[in-house]
């Protein structure tokens, strides 16, 4: 059962700005726990507008690309808006620490050709700094050259002249996350966008009286069009809240929902486990969750046990556990595929055989508690507008209930990828005997009684704290060690038996005693660790890496024999090596009591005790533990290390003396 949606009858987002103006409701930038800026959807247009005005008087027209390259949520929004209303099209690029990162941008900022850019001079500057040695001296000065900087705003008062957009004209480009070597653009326009928005409110029942929140990235389409966009459409109360926040203090997430009474609200897994992770045996308070109708949970594939825990915890603050919203969706869809309809049910999953979960096959049913059982959340119904099917390798329907390609259609699902016609081949079908051509979603599952759920991917891609990475990528990051090439590393994402996000896992081929691997590990976790930001789990030697015929490796083969404990003895006799080696070593005593906080800092992120001279990535420091890091240090001397800092001195006897000749600089 649906209803009509209550958004506007506009047919492209420049048009739904300009009707949203006289709306009641504003946008809150939750900065801190106790400080917000407010801006009335009114008060949005007109910034937008002036910021227009500045981006013309720069050079930007009609169909120009502008890469928004900001942390700021206010300002970000406000760049996007601009976009709107002038027919520039946006490309939001998301931030990062690690030189990966950096490059990325530049490899985008090639792709797309001539664009501009809309950032801060900080920010640039580090680019800048990064691309000589990246051979991407040129593709830099070129956008340096077109660059606007947001500090350099003082007055919007002068409205920039509006474009003419149309239905069809593409609203913007979103770049696929995670990936690190060639980034595809999904090009998605109005029509895509409004027809993903209108079908997701009718499924959803989203009103006036709804109030969201968001901690997701605004350059992640979740943030973006799922918890903006949409939202937004739907001329709700907004309340943004930097990711950043939320990564280091989680438990505000839950604190501002229940001030705010917060109705609407999302998260993939990884945000679940990390609130849970930090609240602990923490009193819930005085948390009222009591108005929350939906807790969306998607963007990775969904556990069922993590939801369960979840709820289950959160039941003193009256989170009704029909609140809990699983769905499917990607980019590609302008983000929705399937809603539980109509909202307010209880979620539901089926347990089946995961050694049966090929296309083309019929699962064997099987009890929760087997051993071979692989628990699956159904992720409701086709929306409104949206068209799934479940096919075979040859594109053709599979009968109810088995396994195949989930392959989707309608006015959201993209045209296709930004100059990419080798994608493009790759990604659709060819028409069928109605004239519709199908997108391939690389994803594998099942219709059930009217329900789709998500058995496993075609595609090889590792999920790691709400964010995709391609195996290949990883590896072309891990050959920079010593004697490493392609082919004799391999990155794997491995999923534990009721764990909730992927295990990066590292295949190295090794034929030598564990002695001679030991260096080797060490170092291939700090490379990848310090250029992706990811946290190896393990790094295992193996005597062969499997592949076809037509030599491609067979990474399913060596998952299996990972999670079969087939690597247990190697795995142990390592952790044996590295015990004997710090039982040998000792953690050395700090030389001085700068040295000695940020060590009393480390060792309380990492929970071990560290040498000073060790390197934070070679022992394995993911992203979230070094924002942990920073965070601290912050406390005890504000402003006076920056994070990109970390990696440029990654030992704590490096970083003391890096900070006390910053110290004493400013005696």
Not at 6 to 23: I, S
Not at 404 to 427: M, Q, R, S
């Amino acid at each position: 059962m649906t209803t009509q949606s209550n958004m506007t009858a506009a047919q492209t987002l420049a048009e739904l700005l300009v009707n949203n103006r006289g709306v009641k409701r504003t946008i809150s930038y939750l900065e801190t726990e106790t400080s917000e800026r407010v801006v009335a959807y009114g008060e949005l247009y007109e910034r937008a507008l002036g910021i227009l005005f500045h981006l013309q008087k720069l050079g930007a027209r009609p169909g120009d690309k502008l890469i928004i390259y900001l942390a700021n949520n206010e300002q970000f929004l406000d760049a996007f808006w601009a976009g709107m209303l002038g027919g520039i099209v946006p490309v939001p690029v998301a931030l990062g620490i690690s030189d990966e990162h950096k490059h990325k941008l530049l490899r985008i900022a090639k792709k797309l050709g001539s664009p501009f850019i809309y950032t801060d001079r900080k920010t640039l500057d580090r680019i800048g700094s990064f691309a000589g040695g990246a051979g991407e001296q040129a593709t830099y000065d070129g956008l340096a050259s077109r660059a606007f900087f947001a500090e350099n705003i003082s007055d919007i008062s002068r409205a920039g002249k509006t474009h003419d957009v149309r239905p069809d004209d593409t609203a913007f480009i979103q770049f696929s996350s995670g990936s690190t070597s060639e980034p595809k653009g999904i090009v998605l326009t109005h029509r895509n966008i409004l027809t993903n928005a209108r079908g997701a409110g009718e499924a959803s029942l989203w009103n006036e009286n709804d109030t969201n929140l968001t901690w997701m990235p605004l350059t992640h389409d979740m943030g973006l069009i799922g918890m903006h966009i949409m939202m937004f459409a739907h001329r709700m109360q907004l309340n943004v809240m930097p990711t950043e926040l939320f990564i280091r203090r989680p438990l505000l997430w839950m604190t501002f929902a229940s001030r705010k009474g917060v109705t609407v609200t999302s998260s993939p897994n990884f945000g679940y486990r990390h609130y849970l992770k930090v609240l602990g045996d923490r009193p819930l308070g005085d948390l009222d969750l009591s108005k929350m109708r939906l807790v969306y949970n998607g963007a990775e594939p969904i556990s069922v046990e993590l939801a369960e825990e979840f709820m289950t915890r959160l039941a003193p603050a009256r989170l009704r556990r029909e609140a809990m919203y699983p769905v499917y969706g990607l980019a590609e869809a302008t983000l929705v595929v399937s809603f539980p309809q109509p909202p307010g049910q209880m979620y539901e999953s089926i347990a089946v055989n995961r050694h049966e979960l090929a296309v083309g096959k019929l699962p064997s049913p099987l009890l929760k508690e087997h051993p071979d059982a692989l628990s699956i959340m159904a992720v409701g119904q086709p929306i409104p507008y949206s068209f799934v099917r479940i096919a075979d390798d040859a594109d053709q329907e599979v009968p109810e209930g088995h396994v195949g390609h989930v392959l989707i259609a309608g006015d959201n699902v993209t045209k296709g990828y930004f100059e990419n016609p080798e994608a493009n081949a790759k990604g659709f079908t060819a028409p069928d005997s109605s004239g519709r051509s199908w997108l391939r979603t690389g994803d594998l599952g099942l219709m059930k009684g009217g329900k789709l759920y998500i058995t496993g991917r075609a595609k090889e891609i590792i999920f790691v704290n709400g964010q995709n990475y391609y195996p290949h990528d990883i590896e072309s990051v891990a050959i920079r060690a010593d004697n490493m090439e392609l082919g004799k590393v391999v990155a794997a994402g491995v999923r534990a038996k009721g764990a909730s996000t992927d295990d990066l896992i590292l295949f190295v081929l090794h034929r030598m005693d564990m002695k001679e691997f030991l260096p080797i590990a060490s170092q291939l976790t700090r490379i990848v660790n310090e250029h992706t930001g990811l946290e190896v789990s393990h790094v295992v030697p193996v005597k062969r890496i499997p592949k076809t015929t037509s030599g491609k490796i067979q990474r399913h083969l060596l998952e299996e024999d990972y999670v079969n404990g087939v690597y247990a003895a190697e795995l142990a006799e390592l952790a044996g090596l590295r015990a004997q080696l710090e039982a040998a070593g000792g953690a050395k005593v700090t030389s001085n009591e700068i040295e000695r906080r940020i060590k009393d800092i480390c060792d309380a992120a990492l929970e071990r005790n560290i040498d000073v001279n060790d390197n934070l990535f070679e022992i394995g420091a993911s992203s979230l533990k070094l924002i942990e890091i920073h965070e601290q240090m912050d406390k005890i001397y504000p402003g006076m290390v920056d994070l990109t800092e970390l990696f440029d001195f990654p030992t704590i006897a490096e970083l003391s003396r890096h900070l006390e000749g910053k110290l004493a600089a400013t005696v």
